[in-house]
């Protein structure tokens, strides 16, 4: 075989050969003939070059991985799945020396958010698990893009689950924000987020822990409406009974409140 095409056909040959003996060697020799002939399209060099990837892959070769699929991406820069394939491949080499690799994690996340950027600016769709990790991957690194990732995922995919998700992410990367966490709260309630009882029962004591015992109430009755909530239950029963009263005075108050307030000087 001297002509490129006549290595590429026999980088082919060499290939199937290796897949019918399951030889990874044959079969790297194969896709690597077929690379360096220099017929293979843009498309398929970034396919044999992602199948070199996976073979490293098997055989915790993570750095050659790591250098293939980069070349992968390279061949087919308008490719968003090589770009999360890389991203995975630099998670597996944090993952294995967290302190010496710590930058990979980061490059990780940029891959994703430059990923998910590319297909909706082509206006592909991204299934709804690319979303989901690309966020995941960007909440558990506490990086700046997490927000933004989490975003996207809820306009595209603004399912109960997704925002439950995002909402809870967004709370713990803020634990000393008492006020977000009502707010995150709320926005979980308005979303069909709360999932069960015990949700309903945390919105309801944190709201009335901060004065907020109207909206508490609301909370649970919205709970015992929706069969999410069971006023039976010994916690459900007991933060009724003691939520329920100062509801009734906050409301008892208002006309009080309204009084004063169109009476005062000042705008608050």
Do not use: C
Request: aromatic share 4%; glycine share 8%; charged share 25%.
């Amino acid at each position: 075989a001297l002509s490129p095409a006549g290595r590429y056909v026999l980088g082919q040959m060499q290939l199937e050969a290796g897949l019918q003996t399951q030889d990874r060697a044959a079969q790297q020799a194969g896709m690597e003939a077929m690379l360096t002939s220099g017929v293979a399209s843009p498309a398929v060099a970034s396919q044999l070059l992602a199948n070199q990837a996976a073979l490293a892959l098997q055989g915790n070769a993570f750095d050659r991985a790591e250098q293939l699929m980069t070349r992968a991406a390279e061949a087919e820069p308008g490719n968003a799945m090589r770009l999360a394939q890389l991203a995975e491949i630099k998670l597996r080499l944090f993952q294995g020396a967290r302190t010496a690799r710590a930058s990979k994690r980061a490059e990780a996340v940029a891959l994703y958010a430059r990923a998910v950027q590319m297909g909706e600016a082509s206006g592909r769709v991204l299934p709804e698990s690319f979303y989901r990790r690309a966020t995941a991957v960007a909440f558990d690194a506490q990086s700046p893009s997490a927000l933004e990732l989490g975003e996207r995922l809820v306009r595209r995919y603004p399912s109960p689950p997704n925002w439950r998700d995002v909402l809870l992410q967004l709370r713990d990367l803020n634990p000393n924000d008492a006020e977000l966490a009502l707010d995150v709260g709320r926005l979980m309630r308005r979303t069909g987020a709360l999932a069960g009882e015990r949700d309903h029962l945390e919105l309801a004591r944190a709201l009335n822990d901060a004065g907020r015992a109207a909206e508490a109430k609301a909370v649970l009755d919205q709970g015992v409406q929706s069969g999410m909530v069971s006023a039976s239950e010994p916690q459900a029963r007991d933060l009724i009974a003691r939520i329920n009263p100062r509801a009734a005075a906050e409301r008892s108050g208002l006309a009080a409140q309204r009084n004063q307030a169109r009476a005062a000087a000042t705008g608050r």
